[in-house]
Nanobody
Framework: QVQLVESGGGLVQPGGSLRLSCAASGSIFSIYTMGWYRQAPGKQREMVAAITSGGSTNYADSVKGRFTISIDNAKNTVYLQMNSLRPDDTGVYRC??????????????WGQGTQVTVSS
């Protein structure tokens, strides 16, 4: 009932920037949280950044000061601006959304994932 479309991944040199986007569509009544997770080969999945519809944010310590998450409530879209990228930022980034459908039932949905590679 809820679909997520991610974009913005790619190959970038260390110190470069990327902006990821995740747009949600479907029978959404309200959004509770939207966030980004990443997983690199040989590593466990970790939360990168999350935001509530009210604008409260949470970041992994490793990205504080470099990444910024934002939300456009009208478009049901979350963004992740990534600056000063490092090789250890490499991984598959997946968008996650929680909220309520129009029938008031809660949901949680994951995007397909977008590859971010930071390499010289």
């Amino acid at each position: 009932q809820v679909q997520l479309v991610e974009s913005g991944g790619g190959l970038v040199q260390p110190g470069g920037s990327l902006r990821l986007s995740c747009a949600a569509s479907g029978s959404i009544f309200s959004i509770y949280t939207m966030g980004w997770y990443r997983q690199a080969p040989g590593k466990q999945r970790e939360m990168v950044a999350a935001i509530t519809s009210g604008g409260s944010t949470n970041y992994a310590d490793s990205v504080k000061g470099r990444f910024t998450i934002s939300i456009d409530n009208a478009k049901n879209t979350v963004y992740l601006q990534m600056n000063s990228l490092r090789p250890d930022d490499t991984g598959v980034y997946r968008c996650n959304i929680t909220g309520a459908l129009v029938n008031r039932s809660d949901f949680r949905s994951w995007g397909q994932g977008t590859q971010v590679t930071v390499s010289s």
